[in-house]
């Protein structure tokens, strides 16, 4: 994939009990971490940034983009919250990528699938998954079934009646190795002259907090 110069991105992957942070200009990330951070996400996150960041500044960074969920709600709120403060306050373009549609994209540039659907899922709460159908384009990924709750037997009946054959992809159930996709995702939309607003992001939590 060629690389484009572009200012720097920053993306964040919290929606697990992993951390995952990538920066970099162009397509491929120039820097990708992943930390297990378990319950420590919500209060450690900031001094992690503070850490990756360097020997960039704030002030160098052209966009962000965050994971939006399908995840644990923790993860996925702080790192929501973070992620549209940083742009708000540098007044910079926000990405917000379905947790799905990252693992597809991922998934698609890694293992060259015959088909350009992709139907992922990822547990939910109770033996219910999450779902969503994606179509891989040179451009990006677009959304042909958005992420929803259902049980098995829905998803399957989903999938089943699709009206284009899917390649089924189940989501590992820590997802902070996407992060490098998910930064991939930001800079090609960035490059196509994209500018989502940060209060454009919103999280999806797709279940309660219990």
């Not at 360097?54 to 929501?80: E, H, K, N, S």
């Amino acid at each position: 994939m060629d690389t484009i110069m572009i200012a720097y991105g920053l993306a964040l992957q919290t929606t697990t009990t992993e951390l995952g942070l990538a920066k970099g200009t162009g397509l491929e990330p120039e820097q990708v971490q992943v930390w297990d951070l378990g319950r420590s996400l919500s209060t450690d996150l900031h001094d992690y940034l503070q850490n990756f960041l360097p020997p960039q500044t704030w002030q160098d960074l052209a966009f962000v983009a965050i994971a939006q969920g399908p995840g644990g709600f923790t993860g996925t709120r702080i790192g929501m919250v973070t992620a549209r403060t940083l742009a708000q306050q540098l007044q910079i373009p926000l990405f917000a990528f379905s947790t799905l549609a990252t693992v597809a994209w991922q998934t698609a540039q890694h293992e060259g699938f015959s088909t350009p659907w992709i139907a992922v899922d990822y547990p939910a709460r109770r033996g219910e998954l999450f779902g969503g159908i994606y179509h891989i384009t040179p451009q990006g990924v677009e959304t042909a079934q958005g992420d929803d709750r259902y049980s098995p037997e829905q998803w399957e009946h989903t999938v089943a009646t699709f009206p284009q054959p899917c390649q089924r992809v189940t989501a590992a159930e820590q997802l902070g190795h996407t992060v490098g996709a998910l930064l991939t995702l930001g800079a090609m939309g960035y490059e196509r002259g994209d500018r989502p607003h940060w209060a454009q992001a919103q999280p999806f939590y797709g279940q309660h907090p219990v």
